[in-house]
């Protein structure tokens, strides 16, 4: 090959390297904000500027033309390093650094080599001779260099050096993702060093032919193509180090193909039976993983699943979050892992407290509601005369153990029935009965507590009711008895009115209203929730423990069934319960 066509064909590569760099340049422009952008496209820039004047250098046929080229190659010769350096300044975390003072003095330096460039004819500091090849107009020029040349050269390649450095601690320290971007950098970096042994050593067929401007192409190459390819920029990899290693939940990332591409340090943790599974398809560690895609095909997946990591056996949920690009297409998913083991044993415990719990109470309900109904029995019998006539104060006293007793009777039915709500044991059994089955049993007690307190007991049932409605009677009076205590406790003075009534077409309503204390807005929010009460003066010394009114709103609902509530505070209450309506047809009878 002779000299012009080696030349030639070297135009035709550093012309196809302007190209590519030209067209990687619009593709970065695209993500001009993102930090440290700015700095690759100065870079990139510069590099296709240098390319582009030394092929008018090579091509041109007169002196003073050549000479003029050679004078703007530096251009692009001074910045090309200093960019790529404060390129890898922000990528690497460290652009807090570059203050604008700092930036515009490494860049004021590199702007006076340009203009010592420029001026060279009057200080031949650059070059202090200039001559053509071989005689030749066709080719590079030959030159000898002066002072100042090897100082901007020193300068450059100490640029040169800090990048390779940056990038080589981000190749040994950085995660894994970051170590593949860094690997790519660093592998780009590698041919400006060749391009200058290469001149050092005079291994070059064609020494006049300078290849530092295609070696940092290449370079800008290698650093836009990780760029592009794996967002790098969108975080920082120091940044993303802090932040990812201190995550105490395991994050695994998947790119776009549902392969692994990085792990956290806990993930890896949670998982380090299956050994080292970055780089392999996601199915490698979750075989379900398309069954799951399969139940959530348009939503991320949200699993519980189980893993041993050598010392116990771990309950782990699986969340996922998909990464979508700039034209919406999923490009990769983020799966955040937590361990709920300690959550899952302490549930467990609470299950477990809960059963023992609702066991103690069955068998302190079954244990004391024996001796009181022997307690209510003999005391009905006293109070009926069945052991012989009495006297005033003996009947007085009858009355007073039945209240009592029955009032025990009915806080124990209260909590028996909550830590049966509680574990949702509570059953349902609908039989036919009359509306005066569910009153009748509880008028004596009823009206002995609210005749005590001087207050009227009103009853009224609404002959539009069907004479045999479904439903079962004993949660039925839990929810009368409750009302109407509740009322009776709460009213000092008027009356307290039970009303059966038809409410509408297709249901009933058992209400329940007093002259009483009232409720407060505020408080009417918190009345049926369990163990709340309301303070007040006026209900300060009233006993109980605040389940009543939970006990019904509850019971209400497994009947489907609401409730509703109308008071003021000072001007009583009333409490509406709406029962879904279902008459009988057939007469059925309990089994």
């Not at 039976?273 to 949200?302: C, S």
């Not at 066991?359 to 109904?373: C, I, T, Y």
């Amino acid at each position: 090959m002779n000299t012009a066509s080696f030349y030639f064909g070297y135009i035709i590569v550093l012309l196809a390297s302007s190209v590519v760099g030209f067209l990687l340049l619009l593709r970065i422009w695209e993500y001009r904000r993102s930090p440290g952008a700015s700095s690759l496209l100065l870079a990139v820039f510069s590099g296709i500027f240098w390319s582009f004047t030394y092929i008018l250098e090579i091509s041109s046929t007169d002196l003073v033309r050549k000479l003029a080229w050679a004078k703007m190659e530096y251009l692009g010769i001074a910045f090309v390093a200093p960019a790529m350096f404060l390129f890898a300044m922000y990528y690497s975390g460290r652009g807090m650094w570059l203050t604008p003072g700092r930036v515009w003095t490494l860049l004021g330096i590199s702007l006076t080599g340009f203009f010592a460039a420029l001026t060279n004819d009057f200080h031949h500091l650059i070059w202090e001779k200039v001559q053509l090849v071989s005689g030749g107009l066709f080719g590079p020029l030959s030159l000898t260099h002066g002072s100042a040349f090897y100082f901007f050269v020193a300068y450059q390649y100490l640029f040169i050096l800090a990048t390779t450095l940056i990038l080589l601690q981000i190749t040994l320290r950085g995660q894994t993702l970051y170590r593949y971007q860094a690997r790519i950098m660093l592998a780009g970096m590698a041919f400006p060093w060749v391009a200058n042994i290469i001149y050092v050593t005079n291994w070059n067929p064609f020494p006049e032919i300078d290849l530092t401007p295609l070696a940092l192409t290449l370079t800008n190459m290698a650093l836009s193509i990780s760029f592009l390819r794996f967002r790098m920029l969108d975080l920082q990899p120091i940044a993303h180090g802090s932040v990812f290693n201190a995550m105490q939940d395991g994050v695994i990332v998947l790119d776009y193909k549902e392969r692994i591409v990085e792990a956290n340090p806990v993930a890896s943790l949670f998982f380090q039976d299956r050994g080292n599974f970055i780089g392999r398809d996601i199915t490698t560690l979750f075989p379900a993983w398309k069954d799951w895609q399969t139940i959530h095909p348009k939503g991320e997946i949200h699993q519980e699943l189980q893993s041993d990591n050598g010392a116990e056996k771990l309950t782990l949920t699986l969340r996922t979050t998909s990464i979508f690009d700039d034209h919406g297409k999923r490009d990769g998913r983020v799966l955040l892992i937590s361990d709920v083991t300690t959550q899952k044993k302490a549930e467990e415990e609470l299950k477990s407290a809960s059963r023992m719990k609702s066991q103690l109470l069955a068998n302190l309900g079954h244990d004391l509601r024996s001796p009181l109904g022997a307690i209510i029995g003999y005391a009905e019998m006293l109070k009926d005369g069945s052991f012989g006539v009495m006297s005033v104060n003996q009947e007085k006293a009858s009355a007073e153990i039945l209240d009592a007793a029955n009032q025990l009777l009915s806080f124990i039915n209260n909590i028996v029935g909550q830590a049966q709500i509680e574990t949702g044991k509570i059953i349902l059994r609908e039989y036919p009965f009359d509306v005066e089955e569910v009153i009748g049993p509880l008028l004596s007690t009823l009206n002995y507590h609210a005749t005590k307190k001087g207050i009227t007991l009103i009853e009224y049932i609404d002959p539009t009711l069907p004479k045999k409605m479904l439903g079962d009677q004993f949660w039925l009076r839990q929810i009368v008895m409750n009302l109407v205590h509740n009322a009776v406790k709460f009213t000092s003075e008027g009356s307290v009115t039970v009303r059966f009534m038809k409410f509408e077409e297709s249901s009933w309503a058992i209400q329940v209203a007093d002259t009483g204390i009232g409720i407060s807005q505020d408080a009417q929010k918190r009345v049926f929730e369990a163990f709340e009460q309301v303070n007040s003066v006026e209900n300060s010394n009233q006993n109980g423990f605040g389940l009543g009114l939970s006990i019904v709103a509850k019971l209400t609902s497994i009947m489907n069934g609401r409730i509703e509530l109308n008071s003021e505070a000072g001007k009583g209450s009333t409490f509406t319960v709406i029962i879904p309506l279902r008459e009988v047809t057939e007469e059925r009878k309990p089994s």
